[in-house]
Nanobody, 127 residues
Framework: QLQLVESGGGSVQPGGSVRLSCAAS????????IGWFRQVPGKEREGVSCIRSMERKTYYADSVKGRFTISRDNANKLVFLQMNNLRPEDTGVYFC????????????????????WGHGTQVTVAL
């Protein structure tokens, strides 16, 4: 059973950077599409970015394009989300998710398309 653990969250000032990691265990990541989502209290989970398995095509929400970069290291079962030029509205709990199909990763990054989830890591952007 695939398990995912996020790390790298914390507090940062506006304009700063944070790199999140998602470590997988229990299965190889090679055939999984990976997504990053974020959630704030009272709101639905929002798809931020995703990366396909083999072709590694990436997608981003409009709100993070040009600021966030998703990447993966299949050999070490890791996926990263580099977040630059952070804004207060980027605050939230960030989750990584995996699905054994690249169809889950497209222009619309939907929570319902991903089966496996981590427990999340908090990112707070504030002065």
């Amino acid at each position: 059973q695939l398990q995912l653990v996020e790390s790298g969250g914390g507090s940062v000032q506006p304009g700063g950077s944070v790199r999140l990691s998602c470590a997988a265990s229990g299965a190889t990541l090679d055939y999984f599409a990976i997504g990053w989502f974020r959630q704030v209290p009272g709101k639905e989970r929002e798809g931020v970015s995703c990366i396909r398995s083999m072709e590694r095509k990436t997608y981003y929400a409009d709100s993070v394009k040009g600021r966030f970069t998703i990447s993966r290291d299949n050999a070490n079962k890791l996926v990263f989300l580099q977040m630059n030029n952070l804004r207060p509205e980027d605050t939230g709990v960030y989750f990584c998710a995996a699905e054994n199909s690249d169809y889950a990763c497209g222009r619309r990054i939907l929570e319902s398309e991903f089966e496996h989830w981590g427990h999340g890591t908090q990112v707070t952007v504030a002065l």
